[in-house]
């Protein structure tokens, strides 16, 4: 009986016992390991804020180039327009005077070459034929275009009269018959005017385009008449005829 008693009693004493120690280990365990959670979470939220502060550095310096560069391509775009500005006018303007220059001029085409000729005097004679009197003084200057013609056709002349007048009542009889058995009259066009007169006639829009005194004019086919530069929209100014 005694006997019963007293392993009744290790026993009680081994389990409490037991039951102790691995609350205890357990406890133990429990703490280090949230120890050890607690360090690495705090671990990882200063690497975490490490890398959050260097990506937002680096974020906002590169936001701060994006921005200098964004208003160096408007500035480097403000001033390709003022230049490119510039540039329209200066050709504008140099078109115009060359124009100026030329607006007394006459072009003659297929005016036939001769080895002694004397274009001046040759002229007031030719003219003289059509009904026009001429003096050799109204023409200030006459000579061929020095490149030759690849095709074996007369070099053309350029004339240059005195004053507008005097071009006038020269070119008036142009369509004469008997001055187009010696040569074709034509005004003295600049290269840019006779390429905006081109593209004008080969438009499908415009009816008739033409030279007048220094400037170029179309009529379309509604009957309007325009008055165009060589920097002018034609696709704008006519719009949809």
């Not at 703490?31 to 939220?45: L, Y």
Request: glycine residues 4%; charged residues 35%; positive net charge.
């Amino acid at each position: 009986m005694k006997n019963e008693i007293k392993r009744e009693v290790i026993t009680e004493i081994k389990e409490s016992l037991t039951k102790e120690l691995q609350e205890s280990i357990t406890a133990q365990v429990k703490e280090e390991f949230e120890n050890k959670i607690e360090e690495k979470t705090k671990e990882f939220k200063t690497q975490t804020k490490d890398i959050a502060d260097g990506f937002n550095l680096d974020f906002e310096s590169l936001r701060e180039k994006f921005h200098d560069q964004l208003r160096d391509l408007k500035s480097l775009k403000e001033n390709v327009k003022k230049y490119q500005s510039t540039a329209d006018t200066a050709l504008s303007l140099a078109n115009h005077n060359q124009q100026y220059s030329q607006k007394n001029n006459i072009k003659f085409i297929g005016w036939k070459e001769n080895a002694k000729e004397n274009l001046r005097e040759d002229l007031c004679a030719i003219l003289k034929t059509a009904g026009v009197t001429t003096d050799p003084t109204d023409i200030l200057a006459i000579h061929r275009i020095p490149a030759g013609s690849k095709d074996g056709k007369p070099r053309p002349v350029i004339a240059k009269f005195k004053d507008t007048d005097t071009k006038i009542k020269i070119i008036r009889n142009r369509s004469k018959e008997i001055v187009k058995k010696h040569f074709n009259m034509h005004d003295h066009i600049t290269p840019m005017n006779a390429q905006l007169l081109r593209d004008l006639n080969s438009d499908q829009r415009i009816d008739s385009a033409w030279y007048y005194n220094g400037k170029i004019f179309a009529t379309d086919r509604q009957g309007i008449r325009h008055k165009f530069d060589i920097l002018d929209n034609v696709e704008k100014k006519l719009g949809r005829i």
